[in-house]
């Protein structure tokens, strides 16, 4: 229970929005390869609420939209550590931990 992660990095910020998952997943990068053999279902469809992954990050989908993007919030991607960033980004580029 609680975020074990380091405060102010992009898996601490996901940890507190997702108090569901576990601690110990890595990180951000390594997230749904570890996420899916603990029985969290993972995909490459976005959902609110999930769990989206790139490559060495992970971020918090606010919104799904129409046109193929999905909106996200972050933490120490742009403007530094304990930042928190909205962006959006084309949905196929992350994948998904529900």
Do not use: F
């Not at 990095?9 to 390594?30: E, F, I």
């Amino acid at each position: 229970s609680g975020n074990t992660y380091a405060w102010g990095q992009c898996t601490w910020y996901v940890k507190n929005r997702r108090a569901d998952l576990p601690n110990m997943l890595g990180n951000g990068g390594s997230w749904v390869q570890n996420a899916a053999p603990r029985g969290h279902a993972t995909g490459t469809v976005p959902r609110a609420g999930a769990v989206a992954e790139i490559p060495g990050h992970v971020m918090y989908v606010e919104s799904v939209n129409g046109n193929g993007t999905v909106n996200i919030s972050e933490m120490n991607y742009n403007g530094g550590v304990g930042v928190v960033n909205y962006r959006t980004i084309p949905a196929g580029s992350a994948r998904y931990i529900y």
